[in-house]
């Protein structure tokens, strides 16, 4: 009969389990620092996003504060408009008057001062926009690293596990050809 050299049977099977044992713990740390590194991406951007939400909050603010002082405005052009039309009517009824001068100056002042106020609400609203659009994207380009490093994380661990298989299945073979060897 042949003689089986155990040992060497038993140190391939070792060495392909200290393989197996060392892919493992590879792969983890390499899950756990890319998962890591995603969720402190993650977290930097919802505080970015946090923040964005905190400035469009005045923002609104800002815009009903503005919102209220146009319909101050036009409450007291409504009142100017009234004025000047009863005295235009009562008066003079289709004759200019110097007696008009400062009605007319104080509803121009007024559409001034409204034309100003919504330029600022547009300006305000075309604002909010970009950073909506901003803030969409970047949790889209966080989704998409996140899922890339899981995908190569996945990817990694198969092809080194696969590699592991083989060297297992190959010692395997080694010692299953050792024991059935003829004896010389």
């Known amino acids: ?36 590194d995603a969720a402190k991406s993650v977290a ?37 408009y009234m004025e000047l039309g009863k005295l235009y009517y009562e008066k003079y009824a289709g004759n200019t008057d110097p007696d008009f001068a400062q009605p007319v100056a104080d509803i121009e002042a007024a559409l001034e001062r409204v034309a100003a106020k919504q330029a600022e609400i547009d300006a305000l609203s075309a604002a909010e926009a970009d950073i909506e659009i901003e803030v969409t994207e970047e ?3 966080v989704v998409d690293e996140v899922e890339d490093t899981v995908e190569s994380a996945v990817e990694t661990a198969v092809n080194e596990a696969e590699e592991i298989a083989d060297e297992a299945a190959k010692a395997f073979d080694d010692a299953a050809s050792t024991v ?5």
């Open 44 to 80: 930097g951007k919802a505080s970015d996003a946090a923040k964005n939400v905190a400035g469009k909050a005045q923002d609104t603010a800002k815009k009903t504060k503005l919102s209220a002082q146009i319909a101050a405005e036009r409450e007291g052009l409504k009142k100017k």
């Open 1 to 36: 009969m042949a003689s089986i050299d155990f040992e060497n049977i038993l140190q391939k099977v070792k060495d392909a389990a200290g393989t197996v044992a060392d892919f493992t713990t590879k792969a983890a740390k390499t899950v756990v620092e890319k998962t890591g």
């Open 180 to 184: 059935n060897k003829p004896q010389e």
């Open 139 to 141: 949790a889209d380009h």
